[in-house]
């Protein structure tokens, strides 16, 4: 069972938005702004989407954006693409034992 | 453009040893924390271990602990991974990463599976 609690999969039609939440507890996601974002294609590595909660690197389109409220994260895909269609998986900083935690990762399908 | 390149991954036995190797480029290596990252098949990613620029720190996830160990060679753009009694269990493929200022990891290698079975 993964630490940060994503949903596993969901979908939506190109051109809509879709939001993706990432939930976990004060000791990560809400208690620190180091909560990540990446997409990942399948039997391909991991890309950065967001980082600090809200960031997007060089070369990442505006079509995607971060946000939190408490415990819980959301990546919102607006103006969904067919290449969108990928696993997405959250990240933040914990002070538990382990320095990075996960979510589950959510598969988008677009319809 | 930054690159990371795995090496070293295969099929090994129960309680052998594995040493996996990712060779840096595209960016002053000696200045960034990096970090091992894996995935077992069909599976999440979970956090493996991190080593400081200079090598002087080093952390990993409580189920390697004792077992792996995570070493650096600046002088050749390089990090390693020893992994040794290797159980099922670390089947996985695992990807070297740059670790950001923000606990993110902003690239990653193209990974190195790693098949424990007998």
């Known amino acids: 069972q993964s630490a940060l609690t994503q949903p596993a999969s969901v979908s939506g039609s190109p051109g809509q938005s879709i939001t993706i939440s990432c939930t976990g507890t004060s000791s990560d996601v809400g208690g620190y702004n180091y909560v990540s974002w990446y997409q990942q294609y399948p039997g391909k590595a991991p890309k950065l989407m967001i980082y600090?909660?809200?960031n997007r690197p060089s070369g990442v389109s505006n079509r995607f954006s971060g946000s939190k409220s408490g415990n819980t994260a959301s990546l919102t895909i607006s103006g969904l693409q067919a290449e969108d269609e990928a696993d997405y998986y959250c990240s933040s900083y914990t002070t538990t034992s382990t320095y990075v935690v996960f979510g589950g990762g959510t598969k988008l399908t677009v319809l | 453009e930054v690159q990371l390149v795995e090496s070293g991954g295969g099929l090994v036995q129960p309680g052998g040893s594995l040493r996996l190797s990712c060779a840096a480029s595209?960016?002053?290596?000696?200045?960034?924390?990096m970090s091992w990252v894996r995935q077992a098949p069909g599976k999440g990613l979970e956090w493996v271990a991190n080593i400081k620029h200079d090598g002087s720190e080093k952390y990993y996830v409580d189920s390697v602990k004792g077992r792996f160990t995570m070493s650096r060679d600046n002088a050749k753009n390089s990090l390693y991974l020893q992994m040794s009694t290797l159980r099922a269990e670390d089947t996985a493929v695992y990807y070297c990463?740059?670790?950001?200022?923000?606990?993110?990891?902003?690239?990653w290698g193209q990974g190195s599976l790693v098949i424990v079975s007998s």
């Open positions: 990463a740059r670790l950001g200022d923000y606990a993110d990891f902003d690239y």
């Open positions: 595209g960016f002053t290596f000696s200045t960034y924390w």
């Open positions: 600090e909660v809200s």
